[in-house]
């Protein structure tokens, strides 16, 4: 069963209509661009929120220590996701709390980044690669790559470019343990369409139920 996170959560509402949707996670990006939110506004959201969904803290090269004692600290996060060029260390770094690794995909080469991570993280996400920005971009990659980023043996999180129209044969090729969407389903950066949430979350359980 595949599961669903919505990333880029800017404001409660946006927040508490992807749970009653049915998302399994969201994602709170802590990193500079249109979707960033600081750790006040984070809590206020998190603390609204039932206990079972997960929360993700998204960062991109940021200062390990600011990271733990002015984020992980406040907010109830669940899982922390690296995007950046964080090395091994980084992720050893906020143990035992679980780290994601983000890996975006140019083309086959890029898969070779990944090995040294696997022994420090729970998790790899792929998303698309687009030159001076680390992610959000709504761009993807060849999904071949990702098939053959399941023969490293970790859970694999499929991200970049996904939509409604294409997350259903996504999961059907990849077969991720997770989707992660987050311009693919907003009226602009950083505001959540609650139609285009509606048909994602519906086509990924729809994949689910015939699986």
């Known amino acids: 069963m595949t599961k669903i996170k919505i990333?880029?959560?800017?404001?409660?509402?946006?927040?508490?209509?992807?749970?009653?949707?049915?998302?399994?996670?969201?994602?709170?990006?802590?990193?500079?661009?249109?979707?960033?939110?600081?750790?006040?506004?984070?809590m206020n959201i998190i603390d609204s929120l039932p206990p079972l969904v997960v929360k993700i803290g998204v960062f991109v090269n940021q200062d390990r220590r600011w990271i733990k004692e002015e984020v992980v600290s406040r907010c109830n996060l669940n899982i922390l996701?690296?995007?950046?060029?964080?090395?091994?260390e980084d992720c050893l770094f906020f143990?035992?709390?679980?780290?994601?690794?983000?890996?975006?995909?140019k083309d086959e080469s890029s898969l070779e980044k990944i090995p040294p991570y696997l022994p420090v993280v729970k998790a790899i996400v792929l998303d698309g690669y687009e030159e001076g920005k680390p992610g959000g971009t709504g761009k993807g990659f060849p999904w071949t790559l990702a098939i053959k980023a399941q023969a490293l043996g970790k859970p694999l999180i499929l991200a970049g470019g996904l939509t409604p129209e294409n997350v259903g044969l996504a999961i059907r090729k990849v077969h991720?343990?997770?989707?992660?969407?987050?311009?693919g389903v907003e009226?602009?950066?950083g505001k959540k369409d609650?139609?285009?949430l509606r048909q994602f979350i519906q086509r990924v359980r729809e994949v689910n139920e015939h699986r």
Not at 10 to 28: C, I, M, R, Y
Not at 81 to 88: A, I, K, R, T
Not at 176 to 183: E, G, K, Q
């Open 7 to 42: 990333c880029g959560i800017t404001n409660e509402e946006d927040a508490l209509q992807v749970v009653e949707l049915g998302a399994d996670a969201v994602g709170f990006v802590f990193a500079s661009g249109p979707r960033r939110i600081s750790p006040e506004a984070a």
């Open 81 to 88: 996701q690296l995007h950046g060029e964080e090395v091994p």
């Open 95 to 105: 143990h035992p709390l679980p780290v994601m690794k983000s890996f975006r995909i």
């Open 176 to 183: 991720p343990y997770a989707v992660d969407v987050s311009s």
């Open 187 to 189: 009226s602009y950066p």
């Open 194 to 196: 609650y139609e285009k």
